[in-house]
């Protein structure tokens, strides 16, 4: 794979999750802005940024599909849940300075673009951070697989993948403490193993397009900007 500090375009995957802070459900602002001041820090060295932000702290298909709900309806509430999360951070990270655009995979032309692909590329070359909201649209399908399927689209070196901890893990460490932990991965480990990092989908569609996977904790201070020069912890999956 290529040195970070190469890189052109990269794409960040936030899950809703990263957004609670040490809440349980919604959105933390503070962690919002820790987050948004990570991307502007990167966006500021030149290399172009977008992000897939997930919806898991709002609302979550498979969850309420496990509870009787429809799961096609309960997916688009999911979507509808990732925009809410896609305007926050458009805020905190214009708070920031930085020009942004949101565009959504469902159209809702009073908020946001709707997804184009070469205006999305457009916005980028121009110095704009791109928030793609709303996952691919489709039910039965993740912001991971969005985030795959974006990356892959916009072309980007890697996909870096913000997580609760410093990579991936042969098990959660939080749950069992001798989980073994991977500097480097293929996407076959990941899929024969069964590894929890993301779904077979976005994997197999990383995988098809040559897109390496940068796993990292998220929540350590300024984690995007130095896993963008290499440093800290992380795991990459090529
Ligand atoms: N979702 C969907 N199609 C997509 C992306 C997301 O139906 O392409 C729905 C799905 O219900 C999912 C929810 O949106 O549970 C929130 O996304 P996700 O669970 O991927 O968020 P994260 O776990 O990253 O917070």
Known sequence: PQAPSSYKRVLLKVSGEALMGSGSYGIDPATVDGIAADVAAVARTGIEVCLVIGGGNIFRGVAAAARGMDRAQGDY???????????????ALERHSIPTRVMTAIHMSSIAEPYIRRRAVRHMEK????????????PFFTTDTGAALRAAEMECNALFKGTQVDGVYSADPRKVPDAQRFDTLTYRDVLANDLNVMDAAAISLARENRLPIVVFNIHEPNAFSRVMQGQGRFTTIV
């Open 127 to 138: 110095g704009r951070v791109v928030i793609f909201a709303a996952g691919t649209g489709n």
């Open 77 to 91: 509430a999911g979507m509808l849940a990732t925009v809410i999360n896609a305007l926050l951070m458009q805020n």
